[in-house]
């Protein structure tokens, strides 16, 4: 099946220095990934829809200056967390479609990335 | 607004119990539903998705959902649950044809021996 992975696994990063993680689709070629974010105990709050070429679509209250995407390439989407805070500590997770694959719509997930700003 | 409920937070059983959690959205027009999984430490699984046909749907590990579009539910039933089911359920939504997934707060499974 199609596979996702997110780099790095897990960081730790100091107050007003900037992150960033990876997404790759390593078996298919997605056009399309999404970045979520996860409060312990909580839900996926979908942050944004990553293009490839052109820009990112964010959900509203998603500041799109501190959560920077860019979808370089079909395997590849970044997200880099700008001057983070302690309350931008959270579980980032990725996700990609495959629009060649068997099933539209159906989204894979990387195993996501924990951040931690102290 | 758009919305996904799960109303069961925790849920507790002992092996061989059956499992039914509840799933309900706010959408109008098509929708294509999903369950999804989260193990311990692990990521994100399908267990089983819904796009059209059969409101029936068989998944993964012998999950089943039904679609009952009269009344805005996707419901996730196994009839004998094992302790590897203890997990995180995830009930998610998109509306056609957009690719947004909108999931619910998720329920907390534990299942004991």
């Known amino acids: 099946g199609a596979v996702v992975s997110q780099h790095p696994s897990w960081v730790i990063c100091k107050s007003g220095t900037s992150v960033k993680i990876e997404c790759r689709s390593l078996?298919?070629?997605?056009?399309?990934m999404f970045w979520y974010r996860q409060f312990p105990k909580q839900s996926l709050m979908l942050m944004a829809t990553s293009n490839e070429g052109s820009k990112a679509t964010y959900e509203q209250g998603v500041e799109k200056d501190k959560f920077l995407i860019n979808h370089a390439s079909l395997t590849l989407s970044t997200l880099t967390v700008t001057s983070a805070h302690p309350e931008d500590s959270s579980f980032y997770i990725c996700s990609a479609r495959d629009p060649g694959g068997p099933i539209s719509y159906e989204q894979y997930f990387g195993p996501g990335t924990r951040l931690t700003v102290t | 607004a758009q919305s996904v409920s799960q109303h069961n937070h925790h849920v507790i059983l002992s092996e061989a119990a059956s499992l039914e959690l509840g799933c309900n959205y706010s959408?109008?027009?098509?929708?294509?539903l999903f369950w999804y999984v989260q193990y311990p430490g692990q990521h994100l699984q399908l267990l089983l998705k819904?796009?059209?046909?059969?409101?029936l749907v068989k998944g993964i590990k012998g999950f089943e959902a039904e679609f009952i579009k009269s009344k805005f539910s996707f419901n996730l039933r196994k009839p004998s649950v094992q302790w590897s089911d203890t997990a995180e359920y995830f009930c998610?939504?998109?509306?056609?044809?957009?690719?947004?997934?909108?999931f619910g707060t998720g329920t907390r499974l534990q299942v004991f021996p």
């Open positions: 998610a939504v998109n509306q056609s044809p957009t690719d947004k997934l909108i």
């Open positions: 959408y109008g027009g098509t929708v294509n």
């Open positions: 819904y796009f059209s046909g059969d409101p």
């Open positions: 078996d298919f070629q997605a056009t399309t």
